[in-house]
């Protein structure tokens, strides 16, 4: 058997393959390596010839699932178990029977020490998460290893050392890590800046995990590109611009010499560059790189909360200005001013209303402003409020509001929705103005307006009273009498219908309560009709007293034009008048027919006809079209269906 070199790869003996060999029973791969060394390739040659001792550890060693390694002799000849080849990488199995300085020589100058002082003392040396620079994959890695060093005795002598080891690499690195993800959280959350949060990021990654972080620096994106805030220890030389501004423009991490370059975010934009640099001795695939994603993640939700907190307070400052500049407009405005909630408390009211009511905040805010309204004008007010608040409508009020000394002034308010978040209705924004000197001359106005409409009514009674007096006791003459008092009465109604709105003397407007359309025409073209000379046809509706002024007013300027220039000016002239309700939309159509011939337009539109049109036009946004042909005028008007409710 000796001399004879065995296939390693071959499986491992059940039992003893020569005298001396049982010790390899059950020793898997490592039993097989061990069974070919020989002395051309171990400085202990064969298995077989190895002392007692020797072959009486490997017994224990070879089968323990333990990583245990054995380093025997003054070289230090290196016998391991299968469960140590892992932690040595491709170390194995070349390492297997040779001297540990040829295979661990990058570590010499550390596990060397190591082994000569437990072979001179003889003492057991115990080390926990001891850090090693291995090359076990073709590059130096950091790794860490608990570790178990015993003498092992021969002849009074230390022969060999059993090394116990249990890699803990990973568990190290996680808890570093773990450290530095605190700490950098800690340090963001205390930061009140951008900056300083970069910078304090940077201070801690570097204080509690510098392994990690050789080197740092962090970019910000601003309006003059890419500038450090924050740095950490000595970066490569080199030109990083191009990498920085693809890592800035794609948002994707990339790979720089000595380096990874991550993008910082704020929000879903790229605010601006990490720059971290890498241990040599660790691979940046697998949880190297994502614990540096992970930073970089910290770092971005720091610059995305600050940012919104900036924003924030700019807002808040901007809304805090634009308040003052409200309130100082507010309170010098020559108008009282107030504003409401959704819900329709007042939560506002200038200084001007409290001077002008004698009311305090106290007093005023909530419902409290409703106690200034006259008591005859106060339920209207509210009814008002409360349904342009429920349909977050603008409204327009008049009412009589208390002054500080007592007295009442008539007062127009108007208001319209404020809109908040998304276009929500936020509450009402309005003013208070003094109507009184407008309300004093409408009622002069007004009681002119009565005595001009008591004389002119009392002309036309007078003149149907002298016809009819004068036709006393003749047949004929009574006739015509007759007919004249009545065209008078109708045109006193007329006249009533094309007065401006003025109220009665008993206070209230003209009633008009159950006027329809065609109720309208026949009234005022009664005067003019003379038997069948006047018709009226087609759809009929209700008329609301807005609209009755402005028809009247259109219709009694067509009846007098027809009758001075028009069909009405002859004998066999006639006057046909249809309605139409179409789309929400009135039509009227005034047809003359046998009257003079027309040449055209007229030369110049006459002042009745302006302000008749400009009366349909403003009071219930109707129009009217005037067709001036040769046979006689046809007049198209409309009117929405809203503006004859008025």
């Given at each position: 058997?000796?001399?004879?070199?065995?296939?390693?790869?071959?499986?491992?003996?059940?039992?003893?393959?020569?005298?001396?060999?049982?010790?390899?029973?059950?020793?898997?791969?490592?039993?097989?390596?061990?069974?070919?060394?020989?002395?051309?390739?171990?400085?202990?040659?064969?298995?077989?010839?190895?002392?007692?001792?020797?072959?009486?550890?490997?017994?224990?060693?070879?089968?323990?699932?333990?990583?245990?390694?054995?380093?025997?002799?003054?070289?230090?000849?290196?016998?391991?178990?299968e469960a140590y080849a892992p932690s040595i990488g491709t170390k194995h199995p070349r390492a297997m029977g040779r001297p540990a300085r040829e295979s661990w020589g990058e570590l010499w100058d550390v596990l060397g020490p190591l082994l000569d002082g437990v072979r001179e003392t003889g003492e057991?040396?115990?080390?926990?998460?001891?850090?090693?620079?291995?090359?076990?994959?073709?590059?130096?890695?950091?790794?860490?290893?608990?570790?178990?060093?015993?003498?092992?005795?021969?002849?009074?002598?230390?022969?060999?050392?059993?090394?116990?080891?249990?890699?803990?690499?990973?568990?190290?690195?996680?808890?570093?890590?773990?450290?530095?993800?605190?700490?950098?959280?800690?340090?963001?959350?205390?930061?009140?800046?951008?900056?300083?949060?970069?910078?304090?990021?940077?201070?801690?990654?570097?204080?509690?995990?510098?392994?990690?972080?050789?080197?740092?620096?962090?970019?910000?994106?601003?309006?003059?590109?890419?500038?450090?805030?924050?740095?950490?220890?000595?970066?490569?030389?080199?030109?990083?611009?191009?990498?920085?501004?693809?890592?800035?423009?794609?948002?994707?991490?990339?790979?720089?010499?000595?380096?990874?370059?991550?993008?910082?975010?704020?929000?879903?934009?790229?605010?601006?560059?990490?720059?971290?640099?890498?241990?040599?001795?660790?691979?940046?695939?697998?949880?190297?790189?994502?614990?540096?994603?992970?930073?970089?993640?910290?770092?971005?939700?720091?610059?995305?909360?600050?940012?919104?907190?900036?924003?924030?307070?700019?807002?808040?400052?901007?809304?805090?200005?634009?308040?003052?500049?409200?309130?100082?407009?507010?309170?010098?405005?020559?108008?009282?001013?107030?504003?409401?909630?959704?819900?329709?408390?007042?939560?506002?009211?200038?200084?001007?209303?409290?001077?002008?009511?004698?009311?305090?905040?106290?007093?005023?805010?909530?419902?409290?402003?409703?106690?200034?309204?006259?008591?005859?004008?106060?339920?209207?007010?509210?009814?008002?409020?409360?349904?342009?608040?429920?349909?977050?409508?603008?409204?327009?009020?008049?009412?009589?509001?208390?002054?500080?000394?007592?007295?009442?002034?008539?007062?127009?308010?108007?208001?319209?929705?404020?809109?908040?978040?998304?276009?929500?209705?936020?509450?009402?924004?309005?003013?208070?103005?003094?109507?009184?000197?407008?309300?004093?001359?409408?009622?002069?106005?007004?009681?002119?307006?009565?005595?001009?409409?008591?004389?002119?009514?009392?002309?036309?009674?007078?003149?149907?009273?002298?016809?009819?007096?004068?036709?006393?006791?003749?047949?004929?003459?009574?006739?015509?009498?007759?007919?004249?008092?009545?065209?008078?009465?109708?045109?006193?109604?007329?006249?009533?219908?094309?007065?401006?709105?003025?109220?009665?003397?008993?206070?209230?407007?003209?009633?008009?309560?159950?006027?329809?359309?065609?109720?309208?025409?026949?009234?005022?073209?009664?005067?003019?009709?003379?038997?069948?000379?006047?018709?009226?046809?087609?759809?009929?509706?209700?008329?609301?007293?807005?609209?009755?002024?402005?028809?009247?007013?259109?219709?009694?300027?067509?009846?007098?034009?027809?009758?001075?220039?028009?069909?009405?000016?002859?004998?066999?002239?006639?006057?046909?008048?249809?309605?139409?309700?179409?789309?929400?939309?009135?039509?009227?159509?005034?047809?003359?027919?046998?009257?003079?011939?027309?040449?055209?337009?007229?030369?110049?539109?006459?002042?009745?006809?302006?302000?008749?049109?400009?009366?349909?036009?403003?009071?219930?946004?109707?129009?009217?079209?005037?067709?001036?042909?040769?046979?006689?005028?046809?007049?198209?008007?409309?009117?929405?269906?809203?503006?004859?409710?008025?």
């Amino acid at each position: 058997m000796r001399g004879e070199r065995q296939d390693p790869s071959s499986s491992p003996p059940s039992g003893p393959t020569a005298p001396g060999l049982g010790f390899l029973h059950g020793a898997g791969e490592a039993g097989a390596l061990i069974q070919a060394l020989d002395g051309t390739n171990s400085p202990l040659g064969l298995a077989e010839g190895w002392s007692a001792t020797l072959r009486c550890v490997m017994g224990i060693v070879l089968p323990s699932r333990a990583q245990i390694a054995v380093f025997w002799g003054l070289d230090y000849v290196a016998l391991y178990n299968e469960a140590y080849a892992p932690s040595i990488g491709t170390k194995h199995p070349r390492a297997m029977g040779r001297p540990a300085r040829e295979s661990w020589g990058e570590l010499w100058d550390v596990l060397g020490p190591l082994l000569d002082g437990v072979r001179e003392t003889g003492e057991t040396l115990h080390a926990h998460d001891a850090r090693f620079l291995i090359d076990r994959h073709g590059y130096l890695e950091e790794v860490f290893f608990d570790i178990s060093y015993s003498a092992v005795h021969e002849d009074g002598a230390v022969a060999g050392i059993v090394c116990v080891v249990a890699e803990t690499t990973g568990r190290v690195l996680a808890d570093r890590r773990l450290r530095g993800l605190r700490a950098t959280g800690l340090s963001l959350a205390n930061a009140g800046r951008v900056e300083e949060a970069c910078a304090a990021a940077l201070s801690a990654m570097a204080a509690e995990n510098p392994a990690d972080l050789p080197w740092g620096r962090i970019l910000l994106d601003g309006e003059a590109g890419l500038s450090t805030v924050a740095s950490h220890g000595a970066a490569p030389e080199g030109d990083l611009a191009d990498v920085q501004a693809a890592v800035l423009r794609a948002g994707v991490a990339r790979v720089v010499p000595g380096g990874l370059a991550l993008p910082l975010m704020a929000g879903a934009e790229v605010a601006g560059v990490f720059l971290a640099g890498l241990n040599p001795n660790l691979r940046v695939e697998g949880e190297y790189g994502s614990y540096l994603g992970l930073v970089a993640g910290q770092i971005s939700l720091a610059i995305t909360r600050l940012r919104q907190q900036e924003e924030e307070r700019r807002a808040a400052a901007r809304l805090r200005e634009s308040e003052a500049r409200f309130r100082n407009m507010a309170d010098h405005a020559p108008v009282l001013v107030w504003m409401t909630e959704p819900d329709g408390r007042c939560v506002y009211l200038s200084q001007r209303w409290y001077a002008f009511t004698g009311q305090t905040p106290e007093t005023g805010l909530g419902d409290g402003w409703l106690d200034a309204v006259h008591p005859e004008d106060r339920a209207h007010a509210k009814a008002v409020f409360a349904r342009a608040t429920a349909t977050a409508s603008e409204f327009q009020i008049e009412y009589r509001l208390r002054r500080a000394d007592g007295a009442y002034v008539w007062m127009i308010d108007a208001a319209a929705p404020r809109l908040g978040e998304e276009g929500r209705f936020a509450g009402f924004i309005g003013s208070v103005l003094d109507i009184g000197d407008r309300r004093r001359a409408e009622e002069a106005r007004d009681l002119l307006a009565r005595e001009l409409s008591h004389r002119i009514k009392n002309i036309f009674m007078v003149t149907g009273g002298l016809a009819a007096l004068s036709a006393r006791g003749d047949a004929a003459a009574e006739a015509f009498a007759a007919r004249l008092q009545a065209r008078l009465r109708a045109l006193s109604l007329a006249h009533d219908l094309v007065r401006p709105e003025v109220p009665e003397a008993g206070g209230g407007p003209l009633s008009l309560r159950g006027l329809t359309l065609h109720g309208l025409l026949q009234a005022l073209l009664e005067p003019y009709a003379d038997g069948e000379r006047v018709g009226v046809e087609g759809a009929d509706c209700p008329v609301g007293y807005a609209a009755a002024n402005a028809l009247a007013l259109v219709l009694h300027e067509q009846a007098t034009n027809a009758v001075k220039y028009g069909a009405l000016s002859a004998p066999a002239g006639r006057v046909r008048i249809t309605t139409r309700l179409e789309d929400g939309v009135l039509r009227l159509e005034w047809r003359e027919t046998g009257g003079p011939r027309l040449g055209g337009p007229p030369t110049r539109r006459g002042f009745g006809t302006m302000l008749a049109a400009r009366s349909l036009a403003g009071q219930v946004q109707g129009r009217m079209v005037h067709d001036w042909r040769p046979e006689g005028l046809v007049m198209q008007l409309e009117v929405p269906r809203a503006g004859l409710e008025r």
